[in-house]
């Protein structure tokens, strides 16, 4: 008898435990948020990745009911940002708009030694593919990727405007010029718009940077003119601008930007945020909104984005063990 009342203890126990942690994630995600919303961005304000943050932050005010500012923390490779949201109280309140780079800070320990890792953010949702191009100005003497190519094979060393090694697109530029079989040298960016005035002005000749809305505009004045894209497929706004797998070269890597949360946010909070995302991406507003930036809406929930992550991680690894670069 006394066995059997100890097993109807234990029983109530879980029963209560499970009941209780379920009723703390709905009355938590109930009552969050009750104050504003920290949203980080690791580039400079008025690239794409910016704008695509500040369209889901004021979607997010319109459900959420609070206001959700957008903070800008470019610099370090984009793991300024990144630190700062893992070190940030996981309580819902900073949250982090960051690409799956950020999100892998330790794939580039033979760049620098970060203190987070992705181990210490949560995935919230996927978002957006934004679309790198490579660009030249407007009057260059090159057309097509293929002329730049052999003048870089004529011309060793020429400068090459990127986001910086911890950025995927400067990975799929060396893909390009390893395949080629000629060299480049990286001069790094915190954004896109820190970018254009040296490629406008002929101090870089060349750029990779996501297509945002500002050199959009540079592209249809013919400022500015984009070699390819480095994406897997045409961006649906430049049908006409072919993508660096149509013109041979691979492309492996999936980059979803997307929200992150710090390390031990509850799942209910997550929860919360997740179903707002999906609703904001879902209002034809939005979408219009987001097209409008050159990026492509590509929505995941937490686990599979989560799924997609650890993905974009092993074929970045991959890559940088063939180069050498790790062992």
């Given at each position: 008898?006394?066995?059997?009342?100890?097993?109807?203890?234990?029983?109530?126990?879980?029963?209560?435990?499970?009941?209780?942690?379920?009723?703390?994630?709905?009355?938590?995600?109930?009552?969050?948020?009750?104050?504003?919303?920290?949203?980080?961005?690791?580039?400079?304000?008025?690239?794409?990745?910016?704008?695509?943050?500040?369209?889901?932050?004021?979607?997010?005010?319109?459900?959420?009911?609070?206001?959700?500012?957008?903070?800008?923390?470019?610099?370090?490779?984009?793991?300024?940002?990144?630190?700062?949201?893992?070190?940030?109280?996981?309580?819902?309140?900073?949250?982090?708009?960051?690409?799956?780079?950020?999100?892998?800070?330790?794939?580039?320990?033979?760049?620098?030694?970060?203190?987070?890792?992705?181990?210490?953010?949560?995935?919230?949702?996927?978002?957006?593919?934004?679309?790198?191009?490579?660009?030249?100005?407007?009057?260059?003497?090159?057309?097509?990727?293929?002329?730049?190519?052999?003048?870089?094979?004529?011309?060793?060393?020429?400068?090459?405007?990127?986001?910086?090694?911890?950025?995927?697109?400067?990975?799929?530029?060396?893909?390009?010029?390893?395949?080629?079989?000629?060299?480049?040298?990286?001069?790094?960016?915190?954004?896109?718009?820190?970018?254009?005035?040296?490629?406008?002005?002929?101090?870089?000749?060349?750029?990779?940077?996501?297509?945002?809305?500002?050199?959009?505009?540079?592209?249809?004045?013919?400022?500015?003119?984009?070699?390819?894209?480095?994406?897997?497929?045409?961006?649906?706004?430049?049908?006409?601008?072919?993508?660096?797998?149509?013109?041979?070269?691979?492309?492996?890597?999936?980059?979803?930007?997307?929200?992150?949360?710090?390390?031990?946010?509850?799942?209910?909070?997550?929860?919360?945020?997740?179903?707002?995302?999906?609703?904001?991406?879902?209002?034809?507003?939005?979408?219009?909104?987001?097209?409008?930036?050159?990026?492509?809406?590509?929505?995941?929930?937490?686990?599979?984005y989560k799924n997609s992550l650890i993905t974009f991680k092993?074929?970045?690894?991959?890559?940088?063990?063939?180069?050498?670069?790790?062992?």
């Amino acid at each position: 008898m006394q066995t059997k009342g100890y097993s109807l203890f234990c029983l109530f126990l879980v029963f209560f435990l499970v009941v209780s942690l379920e009723t703390g994630f709905c009355a938590e995600s109930s009552t969050y948020p009750d104050r504003p919303i920290t949203m980080v961005v690791p580039f400079a304000p008025g690239g794409t990745t910016d704008v695509c943050a500040r369209i889901i932050a004021e979607g997010m005010e319109k459900y959420l009911k609070q206001p959700v500012m957008v903070v800008s923390k470019p610099g370090a490779g984009t793991t300024i940002a990144g630190n700062f949201v893992a070190n940030s109280k996981p309580d819902g309140y900073t949250l982090g708009f960051l690409t799956p780079s950020t999100f892998s800070a330790e794939l580039y320990s033979f760049l620098y030694t970060v203190p987070y890792s992705s181990q210490d953010l949560v995935p919230v949702s996927g978002i957006v593919e934004v679309y790198q191009a490579m660009m030249v100005k407007g009057d260059a003497p090159w057309n097509t990727l293929k002329d730049l190519v052999e003048y870089a094979r004529k011309n060793p060393g020429i400068k090459i405007a990127t986001l910086g090694k911890s950025h995927f697109s400067y990975y799929l530029t060396l893909i390009i010029a390893r395949q080629e079989k000629i060299d480049f040298v990286s001069i790094p960016f915190d954004g896109g718009s820190k970018m254009t005035p040296p490629l406008l002005g002929g101090h870089v000749p060349v750029g990779v940077t996501g297509v945002d809305p500002s050199i959009k505009s540079l592209l249809d004045a013919k400022k500015l003119r984009a070699l390819a894209m480095l994406n897997g497929k045409r961006g649906e706004i430049f049908p006409e601008i072919p993508s660096m797998v149509e013109l041979g070269y691979k492309n492996p890597f999936l980059s979803i930007t997307g929200l992150f949360a710090p390390k031990g946010t509850s799942e209910g909070v997550v929860r919360r945020i997740d179903e707002v995302v999906h609703k904001i991406v879902e209002e034809k507003d939005v979408r219009t909104k987001i097209f409008n930036t050159t990026a492509e809406l590509h929505y995941l929930e937490a686990a599979p984005y989560k799924n997609s992550l650890i993905t974009f991680k092993e074929k970045m690894h991959q890559f940088f063990k063939e180069e050498g670069l790790v062992k």
